[in-house]
């Protein structure tokens, strides 16, 4: 695209990547764009594909059709839409872990913050409380081992579904945290009781 501001792109008919203020713009580009244009795979091709990226671990895979996220999930059912979630999420953790990249970090943060009220909807609670400790945990590490204001959040938040639906693991988890959290700022009391 040539860069003018304030116009309404037009993305390109066949591969719905590049975008043009029109077509005179998308003329002069062309020689250039049509070495990288492909109509996209069918969605079904890149479900398959991400599912076979998922259990091999291949992050960097996965995460070349992050840009078909959401049309994924458009018109699907919250376990489809949970499942995509976590595909994604996985791959931006693993990718995080392996490179440090902060866009990863902040990108897995809001897919988590997404699949924790579908798990609760889906009434997948043990899950939902995971991946809230999984958050919480990862503040911590992204604060270099100090749990953070939005740490206490989430263990709290996964301390209460533990409470509420039984899940011993998922509420020491998250006691664990607090109680760290606490013994951190001094409140040494509160600390020993919780953990």
Request: charged share 25%; aromatic share 8%; net charge positive.
């Amino acid at each position: 695209h040539c860069g003018k501001q304030d116009v309404v792109l037009k993305k390109c008919s066949v591969c719905k990547q590049a975008s043009y203020c029109g077509t005179e713009c998308q003329k002069a580009g062309w020689k250039r764009h049509k070495k990288t244009c492909t109509a996209p795979l069918p969605l079904t091709v890149v479900a398959g594909k991400l599912n076979a990226a998922h259990a091999s671990g291949d992050w960097k895979t996965v995460l070349e059709h992050a840009g078909r996220m959401e049309e994924m999930m458009a018109h699907r059912t919250e376990a489809y839409c949970e499942a995509v979630l976590a595909n994604f999420s996985h791959a931006l953790r693993l990718g995080w872990n392996s490179t440090g990249s902060q866009d990863h970090a902040r990108s897995f943060v809001a897919l988590e913050e997404r699949r924790i009220p579908i798990l609760g909807n889906l009434q997948r609670f043990r899950d939902q409380g995971n991946s809230m400790c999984t958050l919480a945990i990862f503040f911590s590490v992204l604060h270099r081992g100090d749990v953070s204001p939005q740490s206490c959040v989430y263990f709290e938040r996964a301390r209460k579904v533990g409470e509420a639906h039984g899940f011993f693991t998922v509420e020491c988890k998250a006691c664990t945290g607090l109680g760290r959290a606490a013994m951190r700022e001094g409140r040494h009391e509160e600390g020993v009781e919780l953990l």
